[in-house]
């Protein structure tokens, strides 16, 4: 039977207010996701919401924007599909949950709790000028780092395709 | 600035066990949705959610699945973009959210809590072979009543355009 | 080993805005639960919300208030212990799976969703002057018509003891 | 009008494996709450959560367990009241909504969600051994660092009273 299933879901998650570097970066990996062909799952608001939806939509691909509100009204206008949850901050369970991997930019504790929630869902987490994170007494938790937007969203690729067989 | 907001969001609901005349239905409801341009929103599992799923994907219509699970395994075949949750039955409220009409076939206790939740939120509602409901001493709810597919599909079409000032 | 667990607990749900007839009768209910020793379960806020937990805290019962937004300043003064979903809508489901058995009383669409949801987790639901719901050709679903606020309360803890295995 | 609102709640949030050392650790932190007539909210389940609720079982305080899962049966037994959300792991928005302060023990990534969320709300965070959060360029989240369990709960208890002006 044929699959009606489109391509890979890459959730970018980053911090609604942003630097204009930051802010490029995320538009930048936006890109190379539509480029490839994949799905950019994000929060669907400002920041780096928005620019990795802007980035995604300039490459010509597909935006899924998992809003906190009740209001569709909310979300960027790059964003294709809204997912109006009315869930506030739980929604962040669901942007990690939907995403085979997530590209972490930037460092809102909004950014943390889904890095944590990923690692907890064995989500691989691809990590750009984010948080780092020591667990007590242990090592630290697998991030891919990734030093350009190009790098970052080729990592995230491959994880999907090694490491997500629950998904 | 441009828009890259994509069509009107039509939600199709109704139980994940059905008979093949409910499914029939359901299928033809997706289709029509397909052909109008509209994005199919479901909760992506099997019976009326599959076969409106179907329906549209044999328009080239947009399906969106929102899942109880924990997994996109468990979205059926003819769900383009995969949405999940994690939440069991509290997803129903996203699904409704989600929607700015809602068609409800069939009688499940899952499809009347969507049916609910929509005339909660002020969200139409299109009725196929579906619950009737009387409040105590009240008038009933106002549900918009379809015989044919085609005839939903263009109340649910209609009813988003008009009414939904808030989405 | 010794069970810390309290006594069973019993939901009540219903709407924000009542008269005053409903409040009387939905006070009357509460209390009753809070003599049985049951635990009142309900959504903290005001209407049959604030009666209910108003008539358990006068006989001494526990009242829990489910909120819906993101502060415990909404719960009305009658609630023990405030649990803060920020969920919107979507707590409705936390209601009636904290609940072993629901009263519904009068007829708003929240309680409606409520029923509906209660139905399908199979957990008892007994009505006063709630909604009559009639499924596609189908019979009725089952619910517990009492007359009185004694009546209710007997009936849905009589229900809890016999039915909620799972629970 | 008399309030009926119960004492402060200090939620306790760790994982559910757990050495013997942690177990004890929690266990006395739970004590310490129950002691001070604060009301204990966690997770409901195994590890840090089960320790904490014991403690203040042992010291006649009142347990919540937010639990995970679909059924009050998977909550230990120290928990007086299970609110059963079936949302998995996005429940741990509600532990932090619903706590005016928390205590994190120990280092899983669910803690380290709750961690951030609490950040992220305005909800004072107190640590024992457990995570260290290195934003990029930043300086460290405020965390309140506590050596005993005694001065976990001071330092807890004080910072409900002084900050939580919106709870």
């Known amino acids: 039977m044929q699959s009606w299933q489109s391509g890979p879901r890459i959730g970018v998650m980053g911090p609604s207010f942003c630097s204009p ?3 490029n970066l995320a ?9 490839q062909g994949a799905i950019l799952i994000c929060g669907g ?14 490459a010509n691909g597909t935006t899924i924007g998992i809003l ?7 979300a960027n206008p790059y964003i294709d599909i809204p997912i109006v ?4 901050n739980a929604r962040n369970a669901i942007n990690v949950l939907t995403s085979q991997a997530i590209i ?6 909004g950014t943390l709790s ?14 750009m000028k984010t948080w780092r994170m020591i ?17 970052a969203v080729s990592a995230a690729l491959r994880a999907c395709q090694l490491g997500c067989n629950r998904k």
């Open 27 to 35: 538009r930048e990996v936006g890109f190379h996701i539509g480029r």
């Open 68 to 74: 906190p509100g009740e209001s569709a009204a909310e």
């Open 104 to 109: 972490a930019i930037d460092g809102s504790y």
């Open 85 to 88: 949850t009315g869930l506030g």
């Open 135 to 151: 667990p007590p007494g242990g090592k630290p938790p697998q991030i891919i780092l990734a030093d350009s937007a190009e790098e």
């Open 45 to 58: 608001r400002s920041g780096v919401m928005e620019a990795s939806a802007r980035g995604a939509k300039e």
């Open 21 to 23: 570097e930051i802010y």
């Open 114 to 127: 889904e890095i944590a929630l990923a690692l907890k869902c064995n989500i691989p987490v691809v990590g």
